[in-house]
């Protein structure tokens, strides 16, 4: 069983650009969540997706959004970048509600100069 | 609102010797528990989870947690380390009115040295 793919693995962004981070969830899994982790600052929570819609978003400006595709897949943009976005951007799948258990992609290192 | 607390930044060890990785919890009704290991610039590997049944799980690579309700705690534990367990180690919770976004505590570092 294929896991959660990630895609690009590493990026490099200039201030001020949009970049768009793709996810594949685990076959049969309806829930994608986005996670930031910056150096030093462990792993923040930026948007949860459940059958297209957004079902919970963390403490991130708008210029940070995403969607969902029916094949429940998932897109993480970010407008405007600034160096401080500069992270391990961190993709998650889970049947619905994720009680049961989440499975990690191994990321995407972004890095804006 | 849920959440997790790893009081300790770095843990070390000694290969061989026991190791416990410290995880408290704040849930509004019956949490959900689980236990992340990160190498490196590598994504999160799973290592365990408590749902509900025995207070003691068994996971991956010979780790254990337990859970214990009336400390709210949920210890990750090895009877013997070993040096390729140094890795980053989280805690996370959800359950109540947020079931399903995780809450992560800030990770442990754990280091065990030969």
């Known amino acids: 069983e294929a896991g959660v793919t990630q895609s690009p693995t590493h990026l490099i962004k200039t201030r001020g650009q949009q970049v768009t981070l793709r996810c594949s969830p685990i076959s049969g899994h309806t829930s994608v969540y986005w996670y930031q982790q910056a150096l030093g600052l462990g792993l923040q929570f930026l948007l949860w997706?459940?059958?297209?819609?957004?079902?919970n978003r963390g403490n991130f400006p708008p210029r940070f959004s995403g969607r969902q595709f029916p094949n429940y897949s998932s897109e993480l943009n970010v407008n405007a970048l600034e160096l401080e976005d500069s992270a391990l951007y961190l993709c998650?799948?889970?049947?619905?509600?994720?009680?049961?258990?989440?499975?990690f992609g191994s990321g995407t290192r972004l890095t804006v100069v | 609102a849920q959440s997790v607390a790893q009081p300790e930044d770095q843990v070390n060890v000694a290969e061989g010797n026991p190791l416990t990785v410290k995880c408290t919890y704040s849930v509004s009704g019956n949490p959900y528990l689980f236990w992340y290991v990160q190498y490196p610039n590598r994504g999160l590997q799973f290592l365990l989870k408590y749902i509900t049944g025995d207070n003691l799980v068994k996971g991956s690579y010979g780790f254990e947690a337990e859970f214990n309700k009336s400390q709210t705690s949920f210890h990750l534990k090895k009877p013997s380390a070993l040096v390729s367990d140094s890795a980053l180690y989280f805690c996370a919770t959800t359950g109540g009115s947020t079931l399903g976004r995780l809450y992560f505590g800030r990770g442990t570092q754990l280091t065990v040295w030969p």
């Open positions: 997706y459940d059958e297209g819609e957004e079902r």
């Open positions: 998650a799948s889970s049947l619905p509600l994720g009680g049961y258990g989440y499975t």
